[in-house]
């Protein structure tokens, strides 16, 4: 009571404040510490958060309250309801563990869904081995019943943005399967809530796709200005149905398909060829085997190197890896040193191709080549994979393998109300009335 009666003197005080000044200056600050307070004070009471060490996997901890709850079993009725006293329909919490939460998989697609970057075996291993150690994660709830969307997100200096790292192809929320009616709802309720907040950025994103375009539309009918701006090139192409790898090839500018059929005659004399698909002995040694090629390749140091390890080893265990690796044949090399090495994703009949290297000390031979070939081929003959896609960046030698180009774009939620997001707010317009992008 004590805490109340001192709260709501204070409050007092910030009303008399900003009227005693001009609200053009002082109305942002009193509004966004009146809303926080409120929240604070209708905020559920729950146990007091436990000690990092007394943490289990799956637990829930709230970013502006410090409370934690267990999460229920993952089903569609089990979904836990994070809606506070307060009304509002989104609430941001802290990810203690490194993996997503159990109560999280109804919002997860499956391995063999079509969709890898939503699936729970690559945000595990995001989680585990893509960020900095001092990294904060977060999930927001918004929406409510079949309408609810799930965002996983990092906490940065500039405020929450998706959870999205230089290894993610393609970012976007996890939903329940609402309709375009329930998801602009929860829309306009994460449009409500970053009113006077600072902004959200989204990253690696498919403009195109209904749940993006209906959950920005809700986000600004509810004020928030919603910024677009390019991220990144992504080259893939779908295949026509029936077609093999025979007719793929046909379908590529002459010069390559010479290239290719030259340069995989030249691999059957002097090199050898692995597929490495399952977990064990093998895909360790495949791994070992990636590493050593990647570390005599033109790439540099990788940011977090246990990442591909990890995903390749997690990927394996759902079916999802294709790891191809090109040795020297017995004649030049006995010990079949690595020379070149790829992997990539598949689920849903859909490829991704996720790295690829060779060593400096072969390009005259092209093993990257040969082994770009082996493995499409493979893709389309064996797996009936229907769409290729090469990643991000607009390097040269994507356009020679696959035909189409997508812009993967971002975008910045901001309210005028904050000064950060009064900041994108006017970035964005100078940048749109000069004709660029922000």
Same mark, same amino acid.
């Given at each position: =009571?004590?805490?109340?009666?001192?709260s709501?003197?204070l409050?007092?005080?910030?009303l008399?404040?900003?009227?005693?000044?001009p @609200?053009?200056?002082?109305?942002?600050?009193?509004?966004?510490?009146?809303?926080?307070?409120? +929240?604070?004070?209708?905020?559920?009471?729950l146990?007091?958060?436990?000690s990092?060490?007394?943490l289990?996997?799956?637990?829930?901890?709230?970013?502006?309250?410090?409370?934690m709850?267990?999460p229920?079993?993952?089903?569609?009725?089990?979904?836990?309801?994070?809606?506070?006293?307060?009304?509002?329909?989104?609430?941001?919490q802290?990810?203690?563990?490194?993996?997503m939460?159990?109560w999280?998989?109804?919002?997860?697609?499956?391995?063999? #869904?079509?969709?890898?970057?939503?699936?729970?075996f690559?945000?595990?291993?995001?989680?585990?081995?893509a960020l900095? /150690?001092?990294?904060?994660?977060?999930? /927001?709830?918004i929406?409510?019943?079949?309408?609810?969307?799930?965002?996983?997100l990092?906490? #940065?200096?500039?405020?929450?943005?998706s959870l999205?790292?230089?290894?993610?192809?393609?970012?976007?929320?996890?939903?329940?399967? #609402?309709?375009?009616a @329930?998801i602009?709802?929860?829309?306009?309720?994460?449009?409500?809530?970053?009113?006077?907040?600072a902004? =959200?950025?989204f990253?690696a994103l498919?403009l195109?796709?209904?749940l &993006?375009t209906?959950?920005?539309?809700?986000?600004?009918?509810?004020?928030?200005?919603? %910024?677009?701006?390019?991220?990144? #090139?992504?080259?893939?192409?779908?295949?026509?149905p029936?077609?093999?790898?025979?007719?793929?090839?046909?379908?590529?500018?002459?010069?390559?398909?010479t290239t &290719?059929? *030259?340069?995989?005659?030249? !691999?059957? *004399?002097e090199?050898?060829? +692995?597929?490495v698909?399952?977990?064990? @002995?093998?895909?360790?040694?495949?791994?070992?085997a990636?590493?050593?090629?990647?570390?005599?390749?033109?790439?540099?140091?990788?940011?977090?190197p246990?990442f591909?390890?990890?995903? $390749?080893?997690?990927?394996?265990?759902?079916?999802?890896l294709?790891?191809?690796?090109?040795?020297?044949?017995?004649?030049?090399? $006995?010990?079949?040193?690595?020379?070149? !090495?790829?992997?990539?994703?598949?689920?849903?009949?859909?490829?991704?191709?996720?790295?690829l290297?060779?060593?400096?000390?072969?390009?005259?031979?092209?093993?990257?080549?040969?082994?770009?070939?082996? $493995?499409?081929?493979?893709?389309?003959?064996?797996?009936?994979?229907?769409?290729?896609?090469?990643?991000?960046?607009?390097?040269?030698?994507?356009?020679l393998?696959?035909?189409?180009r997508? %812009?993967? =774009?971002g975008l910045?939620?901001?309210?005028?109300?904050?000064?950060?997001?009064l $900041?994108?707010?006017? *970035?964005? *317009?100078?940048?749109s009335?000069?004709?660029?992008? /922000?």
């Open positions: =009571m004590a805490l109340r009666s001192l709501n003197a409050q007092s005080f910030v008399y404040w900003e009227n005693s000044w @609200a053009s200056c002082f109305s942002w600050v009193s509004r966004s510490w009146l809303a926080s307070s409120k +929240e604070e004070q209708n905020a559920p009471h146990p007091a958060p436990r990092d060490a007394c289990r996997r799956g637990d829930v901890v709230s970013l502006s309250s410090g409370e709850t267990s229920p079993l993952p089903s569609r009725t089990r979904v836990p309801r994070l809606r506070s006293a307060s009304g509002e329909t989104v609430r941001v802290e990810l203690p563990s490194r993996a939460p159990d999280a998989d109804p919002f997860l697609v499956p391995e063999d #869904g079509g969709d890898i970057f939503a699936s729970r690559w945000y595990d291993a995001v989680l585990g081995h900095p /150690a001092d990294a904060r994660t977060a999930v /927001a709830l929406g409510e019943d079949e309408g609810q969307i799930l965002l996983p990092l906490r #940065g200096p500039r405020g929450l943005r999205a790292t230089p290894y993610t192809l393609e970012w976007r929320p996890l939903s329940l399967g #609402g309709d375009d @329930a602009e709802a929860a829309g306009r309720g994460l449009g409500a809530w970053l009113r006077h907040r902004p =959200m950025w990253e498919d195109q796709t209904p &993006i209906a959950l920005a539309r809700g986000v600004a009918a509810s004020g928030v200005s919603v %910024q677009p701006y390019r991220h990144f #090139g992504n080259w893939h192409e779908k295949l026509p029936g077609q093999d790898w025979e007719g793929y090839l046909d379908t590529r500018a002459p010069v390559l398909r &290719i059929r *030259r340069k995989l005659k030249r !691999a059957g *004399r090199f050898h060829f +692995e597929l698909q399952e977990r064990g @002995a093998t895909l360790e040694r495949g791994i070992t990636y590493e050593a090629v990647r570390a005599g390749s033109w790439k540099p140091s990788e940011p977090f246990h591909d390890a990890a995903l $390749m080893r997690a990927a394996a265990a759902g079916g999802a294709r790891l191809g690796v090109l040795r020297l044949g017995v004649l030049r090399d $006995m010990a079949g040193q690595p020379v070149a !090495a790829q992997y990539w994703l598949v689920s849903g009949g859909r490829a991704w191709l996720l790295k290297c060779h060593l400096e000390t072969e390009r005259a031979a092209s093993p990257g080549t040969a082994l770009t070939a082996l $493995m499409i081929q493979g893709l389309i003959d064996r797996d009936g994979v229907r769409e290729l896609d090469f990643g991000r960046g607009d390097d040269r030698y994507k356009r393998w696959v035909s189409e997508r %812009q993967r =774009m910045v939620l901001a309210h005028a109300g904050h000064p950060q997001g $900041m994108e707010v006017a *970035r964005h *317009r100078v940048a009335w000069l004709g660029r992008d /922000a």
